[in-house]
């Protein structure tokens, strides 16, 4: 393989866990919530995966078992939140403080060990096999993915086509800007904003599942490392629109394989770890010189 | 024709007041009917009831001739009763078609029919003479479309019923006149109005049936063609207004003088253009205009809270430029915000700490102990029970949290903090009988002639057509930030008027004052 395919190969490999958390974090962005949990959401996905695969033999019942899992810890955040009217900001870091200790502790009492578990017995998700592409350059890195890449890219789809040619998705686009008109048409807000953050639990464990059945098949101390964070500068890339926030999550998910693929060429680790923080940064800074650009023009047009 | 509503003996209690006191009310099929009263007077209560969003302690409604009993604005919704609100319920960054179809989408499955969406909406704006264009965002429409825009989604959810809250207080006279043409048009077909209101003059022109309320009691029922509108004041109010004090003729000399005054806010939109503009002595000079076209801007720049970009600003003579607010308030130019409860008022604090707010730096209130400067309470107290005397302020006593006072006396305290410590030569008042009930408009009308009659200059910024014909000298329109019309009151009508702040006139020749 080539450098160039090799490169997108990583992306590829890269992004699904980060593409899953972003769709959840871009669906709480419609309803005007920023759920900063995606991350702790996703640590613990990864570790119910982890811990469900190894007792069962089965990766389809340890990413079931994570979806249900993680969507009602959504749905927990959803009722503390609108029932208890608990501050979400304050709820989304007692959720990651909390997903760093629980891990922990469970993998040692299930476990035994500390730090990292992994195991034969842990079985990691199918991957598709292209076998036709191995000899075309740059599309033989579709050769040989985790289902959930593609698994991944249909929700990209799928979750744009929800938000703009359904009537729950018109519910949700209208429910950020205006509960109030929601409420008055007739529409339970606060039934829509349960369900919107049940999902978005769904989704991250959707990501946890892949990151530690997919990418690896281990789980480790705080695995997820911030990817939770990035998912939702993602969402914020991408206007909270699936196919931006696709974008975004792509361009994250190339700097951090540009990142893997150097130091393997002995570049200093340290610097370049940073990139993939610089970039999310920079892309974010760009981002809103952009749209207050945008925003003086239409002034000045209006 | 039957009956579409009936309200009978209907009660609601809120802790301490009687809202509405064994009310009862009779709507014909097709007609429209007005709910007048003061504020307070229990319109709204009673209208929330009907549409669902209160229950009643006590009565029973009836929908044409049916018993119903509404635990939500759904069912309202499905007794065909159907409500505009004064503060529309649109949602701004998605299109006319979605905000008409919110809710109730059509489409079997859970996917929207867009094609039938549009083709039933186009229908009805036909027929109802009411074309919006469907693809274009609510927020970018202006706010006369977006109420054609609620009545359209209204109609489309099939009410029969229409509760239209306080509908005028937002429109330019034209989109008004277009309001109540569609209002007939549309109520000729059958459908029943309910408008809510205080503006009398629309009472008369647009119902056929008036139900007068007062403090949560019906006080009467009459046929639009059977009275005038000062018998309606006079029932609302419970006795005769008195009517405004004259006008003294006035040629003063020149209190404060903008030229050439340009504003923008930090992120560069323009806020004012090219402001010239001088008040006099004796003079009132009526800002009318939709809100939101630079009236804000045009009070704080002269107030001094903001201060101006370019131009230049004289009071008496003085460059006052680049002199901040609190000079300005030292020197006599005194400020009602719009907004009393964000600016006007700290509504946590007592009506004696609010009497001063601003002025606590005056001598008078100022105790010095070594080189600390404390508030002399006893002086606080002193000029609060003074004032609280000149102004007829309601409150149990001046320790009393102007948030536990109604409208109208808050509006006072404010009114008064800004003339009785010390009288000002320049007073600005932004909208300052918003909100308020009747007798004290007619109070605080006739205590800002007063001050004009005492030389005080006056700028008086109000979205209430009524009210700026009743007291200005000088009228100018604001649109976009710019005045586009500068003239003497009794030069130009109320129509006119409205062509100027719609921007679809503009002044050619600049006034010279």
Not at chain 1, 105 to 113: A, D, K, S, T
Not at chain 2, 232 to 250: C, N, S, T, Y
Not at chain 2, 432 to 437: L, S
Request: aromatic share 8%.
């Amino acid at each position: 393989m080539d450098m160039m395919t090799m490169v997108l190969e990583t992306t590829l490999r890269l992004l699904p866990a980060i593409l899953f958390a972003s769709l959840g974090g871009l669906i709480t962005q419609r309803i005007k919530l920023v759920n900063l949990g995606l991350e702790g959401f996703m640590l613990i996905g990864a570790f119910v995966a982890v811990a469900v695969s190894y007792y069962t033999g089965s990766a389809m019942i340890a990413v079931l078992v994570t979806v249900i899992f993680c969507g009602l810890m959504g749905f927990t955040f959803a009722v503390f939140h609108l029932k208890f009217k608990a501050d979400n900001i304050v709820i989304s870091v007692a959720i990651n403080m909390f997903a760093l200790g629980i891990t922990k502790y469970f993998m040692n009492l299930l476990f035994g060990v500390r730090g990292a578990f992994s195991s034969p017995e842990i079985v990691g998700l199918p991957k598709l096999r292209l076998a036709f592409l191995d000899e075309i350059p740059i599309l033989s890195a579709f050769s040989n993915l985790s289902v959930f890449v593609y698994l991944a890219l249909f929700l990209v789809v799928v979750t744009h086509v929800v938000l703009y040619r359904t009537k729950i998705g018109l519910r949700i686009r209208a429910t950020g800007p205006n509960p109030m008109a929601v409420e008055t048409a007739g529409v339970g807000v606060y039934r829509l904003k349960c369900w919107v953050l049940t999902v978005s639990g769904m989704l991250c464990g959707l990501g946890g599942a892949y990151l530690s059945l997919g990418q690896l098949t281990m789980f480790t101390d705080n695995m997820t490392n911030g990817r939770g964070f990035v998912a939702m500068a993602a969402s914020n890339f991408g206007n909270a629109a699936p196919i931006g926030t696709f974008w975004g999550t792509a361009l994250f998910s190339f700097s951090d394989a540009v990142t893997m693929r150097a130091q393997l060429y002995g570049f200093p680790p340290q610097l370049i770890q940073m990139l993939p923080y610089v970039v999310t940064v920079l892309t974010l800074v760009v981002m809103a010189m952009v749209k207050e650009r945008k925003m003086k023009r239409g002034i000045n047009h209006g | 024709m039957g009956l579409a509503i009936e309200m009978i003996d209907i009660c609601k209690e809120f802790p301490g007041t009687l809202a509405n006191d064994h009310v009862s009310i009779q709507v014909a099929k097709g007609s429209v009917m007005c709910l007048v009263g003061e504020n307070g007077a229990g319109k709204s209560t009673l209208m929330n009831i009907l549409y669902g969003l209160l229950r009643p302690d006590f009565g029973e409604i009836r929908i044409n001739g049916k018993t119903v009993e509404f635990h939500s604005s759904l069912d309202a919704l499905n007794e065909k009763i159907g409500m505009v609100h004064q503060h529309f319920m649109l949602v701004e960054e998605i299109s006319v078609l979605e905000n008409i179809i919110l809710g109730r989408e059509p489409g079997k499955s859970q996917f929207i029919d867009y094609e039938q969406a549009r083709k039933e909406i186009e229908d009805l704006m036909e027929k109802n003479g009411m074309p919006i264009p469907l693809d274009a965002l609510v927020g970018d429409l202006p706010v006369g479309m977006q109420q054609k825009v609620e009545i359209i989604k209204v109609l489309y959810r099939g009410a029969d019923i229409l509760i239209l809250d306080e509908p005028t207080a937002v429109l330019t006279p034209q989109e008004t006149d277009e309001l109540f043409n569609n209002i007939e048009r549309i109520s000729a077909m059958g459908k029943t109005f309910v408008f809510i209101t205080h503006k009398l003059d629309e009472v008369i022109r647009v119902s056929d049936f008036i139900i007068v309320m007062r403090r949560g009691k019906v006080v009467g029922q009459v046929k639009t063609k059977d009275t005038n509108k000062y018998a309606l004041a006079e029932q609302m109010v419970g006795k005769e207004i008195p009517p405004i004090r004259d006008r003294e003729e006035k040629n003063g000399e020149k209190v404060i003088r903008l030229s050439n005054v340009n504003c923008h806010d930090h992120k560069g939109r323009k806020l004012l253009k090219n402001i010239n503009l001088s008040i006099h002595q004796g003079e009132i000079v009526g800002v009318a205009g939709i809100s939101g076209n630079g009236q804000q801007a045009l009070a704080q720049t002269i107030s001094g809270q903001l201060l101006s970009n370019s131009g230049e600003i004289t009071y008496f003579g003085e460059d006052f430029t680049k002199v901040k607010r609190r000079e300005r308030l030292l020197k006599g130019i005194s400020y009602m915000p719009a907004d009393r409860k964000k600016e006007g008022l700290c509504m946590e604090w007592s009506v004696a700490e609010n009497s001063i707010a601003g002025y606590h730096i005056l001598h008078q209130f100022v105790k010095k102990i070594g080189c600390l400067h404390f508030i002399n309470e006893s002086q606080m107290n002193e000029n609060a029970i003074k004032m609280i005397e000149r102004f007829d302020i309601r409150t149990p006593s001046h320790r009393t949290k102007v948030s536990a006072l109604s409208g109208g006396n808050q509006q006072k305290v404010v009114i008064a903090r800004e003339t009785f410590v010390q009288k000002p030569k320049l007073l600005i008042a932004a909208e300052p009988t918003r909100g308020v009930d009747i007798g004290a408009i007619s109070f605080i009308h006739n205590y800002i002639m007063d001050l004009r009659n005492e030389d005080t200059a006056g700028l008086l910024i109000s979205s209430d057509l009524d009210e700026i014909f009743a007291l200005s000298d000088t009228i100018v329109v604001l649109f976009e930030g710019e005045i586009v019309c500068h003239v003497k009151a009794s030069e130009i009508s109320k129509e006119e008027l409205g062509l100027y702040m719609a921007g679809s006139k503009r002044q050619e020749n600049e006034y010279e004052s």
